[in-house]
């Protein structure tokens, strides 16, 4: 099984840009597909990015252009760069994986982007 635990969340300005890191308890290259996922209050969570084990990426349209996902297989440690934040990214972020047909996810951190 696999134990995910997300960092870097925090508080920052409109135009501001954090990282996330999400560090797996299990060496990640044989993960298949890792994903970051966020979810607003009163809101359903919602996809934010997605990351193969082959290094193919997808982005929600609402991110494109400012998020990047990334994955370091040597540190079994997934990230994503968010830059430009918006008020509206605001939201709860959980770290995913998928695993011989299972979902796996961490605990989440907060961010919270400020006008």
């Known amino acids: 099984q696999v134990q995910l635990v997300e960092s870097g969340g925090g508080l920052v300005q409109a135009g501001g840009s954090l990282r996330l890191s999400c560090q797996a308890s299990v060496r990640i290259f044989g993960i298949n597909v890792m994903s970051w996922y966020r979810q607003a209050p009163g809101k359903q969570r919602e996809l934010v990015a997605t990351?193969?084990?082959?290094?193919?990426?997808n982005y929600a349209d609402s991110v494109k252009g400012r998020f990047t996902i990334s994955r370091d297989n040597a540190k079994n440690t997934m990230y994503l760069q968010m830059n430009s934040l918006k008020p509206e990214d605001t939201a709860d972020y959980y770290c995913?994986?998928?695993?011989?047909?299972?979902?796996?996810w961490g605990r989440g951190t907060q961010v919270t982007v400020s006008s």
């Open positions: 995913n994986a998928i695993s011989n047909f299972r979902n796996y």
């Open positions: 990351i193969t084990s082959g290094g193919d990426t």
